[in-house]
C-alpha cells in the first residue's frame, strides 16, 4: 500500500508543481499593466514588469535610479563597444556610426534558454533637455522584432532615473514565453548598468 502512494503521489506532486511553475511563467509573460512605476532611489533596486504600451503591444519595462549624474549615465549606455564588459548578456560587441548619425550596434546576446542571437542595429540618439533618449527598432535573423529603448532623464546632479524598454520576438518560441524570459533577465541588465556607471 505504501508503494502504492509512493507510485501515485510522488508524480502527482511532481505534475502539480511543474503545472504551477508553468502558470506563473504564462502569467508573468502574459499580465501586462499601462502603469509605469519607478523607483524613487536607488535603494528601490531595478523595477520590471511587462508593459501594456498606447500602441497595445506588451513590452517588457525596467527602472533604476542611478547615483551618477546624467552625462556619465549616458556615457555607459552608449558606449557600445564596452557592452561586452558591463553586460553579461552581451558579446563581441563592435560599433560604428553611420553617415545619417545612427550608431550601428553589431553583437551576440544570449537570453539564457532562447540561445543566442546576432544582434545588427541601428540606433537613435536623441537629447530633449534633461531627456536622452537611445532607442531602435531593427529584426536579425530569428529575432523577428526587436524593437526598444533606454531612456534617461535627469533627476538632480548626482541621480539619474533610467528606463528600459524592451519588445522581443523570436522564432520558434511564443511570445509569452519570450517576454517572461527576458523580464527575469532585465533587472540584472539594469544593476549591471549601474555597476558600470559607478566604476
Not at 519607478?38 to 506588451?58: F, M, N, Q, V, Y
Not at 518560441?173 to 527576458?182: I, Q, S, T
Amino acid at each position: 500500500m505504501k508503494l502504492l502512494r509512493k507510485r501515485v503521489l510522488i508524480p502527482a506532486a511532481l505534475f502539480l508543481v511543474t503545472g504551477v511553475l508553468f502558470l506563473v511563467l504564462v502569467l508573468r509573460g502574459t499580465l501586462a499593466t499601462s502603469e509605469t512605476p519607478r523607483p524613487s532611489t536607488s535603494a528601490d533596486g531595478a523595477l520590471a514588469h511587462l508593459w501594456l504600451s498606447p500602441e497595445g503591444r506588451k513590452v517588457v519595462r525596467c527602472a533604476l535610479v542611478v547615483d551618477r549624474p546624467l552625462d556619465r549615465v549616458w556615457s555607459v549606455v552608449t558606449g557600445y563597444a564596452r557592452f561586452p564588459e558591463i553586460f553579461p548578456t552581451v558579446q563581441k560587441a563592435t560599433s560604428s556610426v553611420e553617415p545619417d548619425g545612427r550608431h550601428r550596434l553589431q553583437a551576440e546576446v544570449s537570453a539564457s534558454v532562447l540561445g543566442v542571437w546576432p544582434v545588427d542595429v541601428l540606433i537613435r540618439h536623441e537629447e530633449k533637455g534633461d531627456v536622452r533618449v537611445a532607442s531602435w527598432d531593427q529584426p536579425t535573423g530569428d529575432v523577428l522584432r526587436n524593437s526598444g529603448s533606454w531612456t534617461l532623464t535627469k533627476l538632480d546632479d548626482q541621480r539619474t532615473l533610467v528606463e528600459y524598454l524592451l519588445d522581443v520576438e523570436v522564432r520558434r518560441y511564443p511570445d509569452w514565453f519570450v517576454r517572461a524570459v527576458l523580464r527575469g533577465r532585465q533587472r540584472g541588465i539594469l544593476r549591471a548598468l549601474g555597476e558600470g556607471a559607478l566604476r
